[in-house]
């Protein structure tokens, strides 16, 4: 039986102490050329609409045998599950850096223990929006690992040093927080167990500048009683021009019986915005069962009414039927 193969391409951005902070997997590693002055961790580059930039990169190859990389320009933009830095691939449409961004050598062999630079230009057009524009030169290894099994993954590797780009113009920070949607959980018996609640929300940066959030969660019960305030820690330190991510935060203790207000503020210097939504939290299954005991007491009241106006209407007399009076008939010897 043919093996369905499905394609894994993992784009690398981490970065540990190797030559100016490189990106590495272990096996290879992308930085940007060092000066003689400091290394440089990323590429931090601005230019004006219209204007040409050259630069170069670095790959260095870290084991015993020679590696062949697929060498490219990506956009970046942040992950739904987490808003973490990632990466387009190489068949899917650019926009930014990308697409103004070009290697000198689009493939390159590296041997072993050894570093191959790579010039590179990148050509802003005249019409780019001004603000940030992120991406990466990205090395890709289009070696395909095979998989083993009915279903095979395929694995190719690829690491990218990063690249901030500022087109001169006006920067506007801007950001705004919503679609904020609330799951209580809480046991089925109130005092066995504790309350939880999901909070869900969505971060957008609606501006043309790369933010770095903050978000404070508070909760406020019944006659503004204070339930909770936190400041929120899983936020993407960075999220780019443009980007959603939808985020959750868990509240543990939620309560049991209250009628709770929940706010998020979401603030970058420049930008504050927030948004609401309620959820009441009631007992359901004793509210259930005192329900259905209304009912059933309800039920039994009016019957017992019922019966009674039914025996009163037994035991009453009926009224007595008056005599119509008859009306006296004339004879004929009476007319005159």
Known sequence: MRKLYVLLLGLLLAWQATPAHAADNGSWSVYPVASKIAARPYF?????????????????????????????????????????????????????????????????????HRTVTVPFTLRVPDGAEPGDHPGAIVALDEHVAPGSGRVALGVQRAVGARVYLRVGGPALPALSVGQVHISHHQPLI???????????????????VTLDPRVELKVRGLFGRRLLDRELTRVPSELLPGQRVRLTETWRGAPQLD???????????????????????????????????????????VRARRGRVRRSVRGRPSARVRPTPSRPRSSPSARP
Do not use: C
């Open 44 to 112: 931090y580059l601005s230019a004006d609409p219209g204007q040409t930039l050259t630069d170069k990169v670095a790959v260095q190859n870290r084991t015993g045998a020679p590696l062949t990389f697929r060498l490219y320009a990506a956009d970046a933009y942040n992950t739904a599950r987490d808003g973490g830095f990632a990466v387009r691939t190489v068949t899917e449409r650019m926009r930014g850096i990308g697409a103004w961004a070009k290697p000198a050598r689009s493939r390159i062999t590296v041997p072993a």
């Open 190 to 208: 109130p005092g066995l167990g504790a309350g939880t609640a999901t909070v869900s929300y969505t971060l957008h940066n609606t501006g043309n």
């Open 259 to 301: 009628r709770a207000d929940v706010t998020l503020t979401a603030s970058a210097p420049g930008t504050r915005q927030s948004a609401s939504a309620s959820f009441l939290a009631l007992p359901w299954l004793v509210v259930a069962l005192v329900s259905v005991a209304g009912v059933a007491v309800g039920a039994l009241l």
